[in-house]
């Protein structure tokens, strides 16, 4: 009998706490991992990332400042995963780079002091964020504190160009294991791993570094990219009749004005291009860094065209989704400015990355 409750006790869905759940997708990489997970309650302050999430899920995310959060308001879910996704403006390389000094910072200092505080703390956390929170005091502080609270952890640094999507966006992770419970590859505990390789079984591919930190692998294991006329919203991209006569793409042509001040800054890819830059949340605002600009012209000799010629146009919010690897039912609500999507997408996650990451998190030995 004691066996039969042991058994039905494990068939039950893990209960999650989804903090910085932005427009959804740490829940959308949940369900592509098929893990057995009940979303009890997401956090954002951000009003138009959950009129989004709501869209979507039919279920508003909790508005109030997570500061606000106390133990006993934690220890009240009985949740048992912890999934983050804190700002990543105080670590970016772009920014004041002011660590857990920057104001932004804190809510997620919070969330980590609270924990030794639980009576009931999770068995399992993931963190997101961008590369560059490795070395940071936050970084160091979220270790020490997990490490007190008795978790063990493997650190990651992945894009999804390792998963075969042609979208370059590193970005760290941490994921963490309350003991007694423990990882399928134990070996790697307390390491930064630069491949995913051991996400799917291929331990015998890797070997740790001369500082004990970083995982290498060879090459050949890597997917091959797709190219990226598989992710676009119009298939006929490259034809100049269907470019200016599709009033729904006028709005993404660039203006010769910016091709003439800016043409040496851009990053230009073409529809069989296998690698495209990252798009950020001031994409279709400013060209500079901001993310790639898809040619919809195939030149014969592409390094003699010039930029007039190759008839760029920003990619479509649709396309930068496809390129996150959200479902084709994502979208956003009617209300939802263009600007505001692409802003909305630069601060989400690649699905592509993190679903195969939170299916090792919640795989057993």
């Known amino acids: 009998m004691e066996e039969e409750e042991e058994g039905l006790l494990e068939e039950q869905p893990w209960r999650v706490l989804e903090f910085y759940s932005g427009i959804g997708g740490m829940r959308y990489s949940a369900l592509k991992a098929g893990v057995n997970a009940q979303m009890i309650e997401a956090f954002d302050i951000n009003d138009l990332a959950n009129d989004v999430y709501a869209h979507n899920f039919g279920h508003r995310p909790f508005q109030g400042n997570i500061?606000?959060?106390?133990?006993?308001?934690?220890?009240?879910?009985?949740?048992n995963v912890w999934l983050l996704s804190p700002p990543c403006q105080p670590?970016?390389?772009?920014?004041?780079?002011?660590?857990?000094?920057?104001a932004r910072a804190s809510s997620f200092l919070r969330i980590l002091e609270i924990i030794p505080e639980l009576t009931q703390p999770p068995?399992?956390?993931?963190?997101?964020?961008?590369?560059?929170?490795?070395t940071s005091d936050t970084h160091q502080k979220m270790i020490q504190i997990l490490e007190e609270s008795q978790f063990v952890t493997q650190e990651f640094i992945l894009s999804p160009l390792q998963f075969g999507v042609p979208y370059s966006r590193p970005r760290y992770f941490c994921l963490a294991k309350r003991k007694p419970s423990s990882f399928c590859n134990p070996e790697f505990n307390g390491?930064?791993?630069?491949?995913?390789?051991?996400?799917?079984?291929?331990?015998?591919?890797?070997?740790?570094?001369?500082?004990d930190q970083l995982i290498c692998t060879n090459n050949d294991i890597h997917q091959t990219c797709l190219p990226i006329e598989r992710f676009l919203e119009f298939?006929?991209?490259?034809?100049?009749?269907?470019?200016?006569?599709?009033?729904?793409?006028?709005?993404?042509?660039v203006p010769s004005s910016l091709i003439e001040r800016w043409g040496s800054a851009m990053d230009i890819v073409y529809?069989?291009?296998k690698r495209c830059c990252c798009f950020t949340k001031s994409y279709f605002r400013y060209v500079k860094g901001t993310g790639s600009l898809l040619a919809t012209i195939m030149p014969k000799t592409r390094d003699k065209t010039s930029l007039e010629e190759l008839c760029l146009r920003y990619f479509t919010p649709r396309e930068v989704s496809n390129l996150h690897?959200?479902?084709?039912?994502?979208?956003f609500p009617e209300h939802v400015t263009l600007r505001q999507r692409y802003a909305l997408l630069g601060n989400s996650l690649s699905v592509a990355v993190v679903a195969p990451l939170l299916h090792y998190l919640f795989s057993d030995p």
Do not use: W
């Not at 500061?67 to 949740?79: E, I, P, W």
């Not at 298939?235 to 042509?253: D, H």
């Not at 690897?325 to 979208?331: A, C, D, L, R, T």
């Open 235 to 253: 298939g006929n991209c490259m034809n100049q009749n269907t470019v200016s006569t599709e009033g729904s793409l006028n709005q993404y042509i």
């Open 325 to 331: 690897s959200f479902p084709k039912k994502f979208e």
């Open 91 to 102: 670590y970016t390389r772009q920014g004041l780079q002011k660590q857990s000094a920057d």
């Open 67 to 79: 500061q606000t959060l106390s133990a006993a308001d934690l220890d009240r879910y009985k949740a």
């Open 191 to 211: 390491q930064l791993i630069l491949v995913p390789d051991p996400l799917f079984g291929h331990k015998e591919s890797t070997s740790i570094s001369k500082n």
């Open 271 to 273: 529809p069989d291009s």
């Open 123 to 134: 068995a399992m956390l993931f963190v997101e964020n961008v590369v560059g929170f490795e």
